[in-house]
C-alpha cells in the first residue's frame, strides 16, 4: 500500500481504536480530549512520514504516538478533574510511565462499552448513529454530513450537544448492569441496523449502495456476539440479515453505479460464503422463544438468497411479511409484503392492496405501481413511473426510472 494511501486507510482503522481507549481511559467528560489526541497522533503522521518513511510497524508507531500525547495532556492537567489525575497516575510508578492498554481485548471492550455508552436514551437516534461513526467507525466530520443530507456545521453542533448531554447525565463508559443491559441492546441494535440501512440504500451521497457504512455496522455487530454477555439470539439475528443483504451487494449494481432489481439480478454474483454465514448465525438466532423483527426480517432475506422464483419461495416470503406487519407496522414494510404478494396472487390482487397505502410521497410507492400495472394498463403505468421520476432524490434511481418510461414507449410505439 503506497504511503498517501496508508495514512488514510489507518485512520478509519486505528482512529476509532485509540479514541475509544482513550474515551474510557479518560471519562465522558473528557471525550473531545480524547478525540483531540488521536486526531493529533494522525496529524503527525502526516507531518513525520514524508520525510523520515513509514515505521515498521505504522499501527505501533500511532499506539506509541498516543500514548506520549495522552502523557503530555495529563501533564498539562488543565482539561482534566484532579480525580482523573490522581486515578491516572495512580496506576503507574512515574507519570511518564503512564500505559495505554491497546491489546486487542481492551480495545474490544472498549468499543463495546463505547457503544453502549453513545446508545443512552438521553440523546436522539441521529445523534447516536453520529457518534457511532465518529468515534467508532472512525469517520470524518464530512462524511458524517453527507451521511445525513447536512452540512458540517449541524453535524458539529449535533455531536456537541449529544456529548454535553452524555456528560450531563453522568454516563459511565462500561457495560450495563445486567439487568439493564437487554434494554440497552435494543437501542444499540437499533442504531446498528439504521446505520446498515443507510448504507445499504444511500441517498446521501446519490450512491445505490455504501458499502463502507454496510461493513462498520456488521464489524460493530459481530464484535457485540464475540462478547458473552452481549452475544443474544436478537443480534445474532441482526447479523444474519445484515449478512443476506450483504451478499447481494455485487449484484445490486450496474457497471454506471445503477440499481439493479431484484428480479434482474445476476445470481452468479451473489456470494455464496455469505449466505452460509447469514445461515449460521440465523440458525444461531433461533435458540430463543422471543422472536424479534430481526428474526423475521433476517427470515424474508434469506429467501431472497434462494436461485429460483418458486411458488414456495414467494409463499414463505408473503408468511413472513405478514408475521412482520403483526410483530412491527411500518409503511415500507407494507409495501415489500405487496411485491410479494403480486408474486403469489398476481398482480391484480396486489395492485388493490397496494393502493390501500396511499404513499403518496414515496417514490418507491409509485414505482412498485408502476411495475404491477405493466402489462394490465401502460398507461398507468407509465403516470406512475412518471410520479416515481418527481420524487426520486438520487440520480441513480431517477436512471432506474427512467429506462421504465422509455421501455413502455417504445411498446406503444410512436403516438
Given at each position: 500500500?503506497?504511503?498517501?494511501d496508508?495514512?488514510?486507510?489507518?485512520f478509519?482503522?486505528?482512529?476509532?481504536?485509540?479514541?475509544?481507549v482513550?474515551?474510557?481511559q479518560?471519562?465522558?467528560e473528557?471525550?473531545?480530549?480524547a478525540?483531540?489526541?488521536?486526531?493529533?497522533?494522525?496529524?503527525?503522521?502526516?507531518?513525520?512520514?514524508p520525510?523520515?518513511?513509514?515505521?515498521?510497524?505504522?499501527?505501533?508507531?500511532?499506539?506509541?504516538?498516543?500514548?506520549?500525547?495522552?502523557?503530555?495532556?495529563?501533564?498539562r492537567a488543565?482539561?482534566?478533574?484532579?480525580?482523573i489525575?490522581?486515578?491516572?497516575?495512580?496506576?503507574t510508578e512515574k507519570?511518564?510511565?503512564?500505559?495505554?492498554?491497546l491489546?486487542?481485548?481492551?480495545?474490544?471492550?472498549?468499543?463495546?462499552?463505547?457503544l453502549?455508552?453513545?446508545?443512552?436514551?438521553?440523546?436522539?437516534?441521529?445523534?447516536?448513529?453520529?457518534?457511532?461513526l465518529r468515534?467508532?467507525?472512525?469517520?470524518?466530520?464530512?462524511?458524517?454530513?453527507?451521511?445525513?443530507?447536512?452540512?458540517?456545521?449541524?453535524?458539529?453542533?449535533?455531536?456537541s450537544?449529544?456529548?454535553?448531554?452524555?456528560?450531563g447525565?453522568?454516563?459511565?463508559?462500561?457495560?450495563?448492569?445486567?439487568?439493564?443491559?437487554?434494554?440497552?441492546?435494543?437501542?444499540?441494535?437499533?442504531t446498528?441496523?439504521?446505520l446498515?440501512?443507510?448504507?445499504?440504500?444511500?441517498?446521501?451521497q446519490?450512491?445505490?449502495l455504501?458499502?463502507?457504512?454496510?461493513?462498520?455496522?456488521?464489524?460493530?455487530?459481530y464484535?457485540?456476539i464475540?462478547?458473552?454477555?452481549?452475544?443474544?439470539?436478537?443480534?445474532?439475528?441482526?447479523?444474519?440479515?445484515?449478512?443476506?443483504?450483504?451478499?447481494?451487494f455485487?449484484?445490486?449494481?450496474?457497471?454506471?453505479?445503477?440499481?439493479?432489481?431484484?428480479?434482474?439480478?445476476?445470481?452468479?454474483?451473489?456470494?455464496d460464503?455469505?449466505?452460509?454465514r447469514?445461515?449460521?448465525?440465523l440458525?444461531?438466532?433461533?435458540?430463543?422463544?422471543?422472536?424479534?423483527?430481526?428474526?423475521?426480517?433476517a427470515?424474508?432475506?434469506?429467501?431472497?438468497?434462494?436461485?429460483?422464483?418458486?411458488?414456495?419461495?414467494?409463499?414463505?416470503?408473503?408468511?413472513?411479511h405478514?408475521?412482520?406487519?403483526?410483530?412491527?407496522?411500518?409503511?415500507?414494510?407494507?409495501?415489500?409484503?405487496?411485491?410479494a404478494?403480486?408474486?403469489?396472487h398476481?398482480?391484480?390482487?396486489?395492485?388493490?392492496?397496494?393502493?390501500?397505502?396511499?404513499?403518496?410521497?414515496?417514490?418507491?410507492?409509485?414505482?412498485?405501481?408502476?411495475?404491477?400495472?405493466?402489462?394490465?394498463?401502460?398507461g398507468?403505468?407509465?403516470?406512475?413511473?412518471?410520479?416515481?421520476?418527481?420524487?426520486a432524490?438520487?440520480?441513480?434511481?431517477?436512471?432506474t426510472?427512467?429506462?421504465?418510461?422509455?421501455?413502455?414507449?417504445?411498446?406503444?410505439?410512436?403516438?
Amino acid at each position: 500500500m503506497q504511503q498517501l494511501d496508508l495514512i488514510p486507510h489507518l485512520f478509519r482503522t486505528e482512529f476509532r481504536k485509540i479514541t475509544a481507549v482513550l474515551c474510557k481511559q479518560f471519562g465522558m467528560e473528557h471525550i473531545q480530549v480524547a478525540e483531540d489526541i488521536a486526531g493529533d497522533t494522525f496529524l503527525a503522521a502526516f507531518e513525520t512520514w514524508p520525510y523520515k518513511g513509514i515505521p515498521a510497524n505504522p499501527a505501533a508507531w500511532l499506539y506509541a504516538v498516543a500514548k506520549n500525547k495522552a502523557r503530555n495532556q495529563l501533564a498539562r492537567a488543565g482539561h482534566f478533574s484532579n480525580k482523573i489525575v490522581k486515578e491516572l497516575i495512580a496506576t503507574t510508578e512515574k507519570e511518564d510511565e503512564l500505559e495505554i492498554d491497546l491489546s486487542d481485548q481492551n480495545i474490544s471492550d472498549s468499543q463495546l462499552q463505547m457503544l453502549f455508552a453513545i446508545c443512552h436514551p438521553s440523546i436522539s437516534v441521529e445523534a447516536q448513529i453520529g457518534l457511532s461513526l465518529r468515534l467508532l467507525c472512525g469517520f470524518g466530520i464530512d462524511e458524517i454530513a453527507s451521511a445525513f443530507l447536512t452540512n458540517k456545521e449541524t453535524i458539529n453542533k449535533r455531536l456537541s450537544r449529544a456529548k454535553e448531554k452524555l456528560r450531563g447525565e453522568k454516563v459511565v463508559i462500561e457495560f450495563p448492569g445486567e439487568t439493564e443491559i437487554i434494554k440497552r441492546l435494543d437501542a444499540v441494535l437499533t442504531t446498528l441496523y439504521l446505520l446498515f440501512s443507510e448504507g445499504y440504500y444511500s441517498e446521501s451521497q446519490d450512491s445505490v449502495l455504501r458499502k463502507d457504512l454496510c461493513l462498520e455496522a456488521m464489524r460493530l455487530t459481530y464484535m457485540l456476539i464475540e462478547n458473552e454477555t452481549t452475544n443474544q439470539p436478537s443480534v445474532n439475528a441482526l447479523l444474519a440479515l445484515m449478512c443476506f443483504h450483504a451478499s447481494r451487494f455485487e449484484a445490486r449494481k450496474n457497471s454506471q453505479g445503477e440499481i439493479v432489481l431484484y428480479d434482474d439480478q445476476d445470481v452468479s454474483l451473489w456470494n455464496d460464503e455469505l449466505i452460509a454465514r447469514g445461515v449460521y448465525f440465523l440458525n444461531k438466532a433461533s435458540h430463543t422463544t422471543a422472536v424479534s423483527k430481526y428474526h423475521i426480517e433476517a427470515g424474508i432475506a434469506y429467501w431472497h438468497t434462494i436461485k429460483n422464483d418458486s411458488q414456495e419461495k414467494w409463499e414463505h416470503i408473503l408468511q413472513l411479511h405478514n408475521q412482520l406487519l403483526v410483530t412491527e407496522y411500518s409503511p415500507v414494510a407494507a409495501l415489500n409484503r405487496t411485491y410479494a404478494l403480486s408474486k403469489v396472487h398476481g398482480k391484480k390482487m396486489a395492485i388493490v392492496e397496494a393502493e390501500k397505502l396511499n404513499l403518496y410521497g414515496n417514490h418507491f410507492y409509485f414505482t412498485l405501481l408502476g411495475e404491477l400495472y405493466k402489462g394490465i394498463d401502460d398507461g398507468k403505468a407509465k403516470e406512475h413511473f412518471v410520479k416515481a421520476y418527481s420524487l426520486a432524490k438520487t440520480n441513480t434511481d431517477k436512471n432506474t426510472i427512467q429506462r421504465n418510461i422509455d421501455s413502455l414507449m417504445l411498446l406503444r410505439g410512436p403516438s
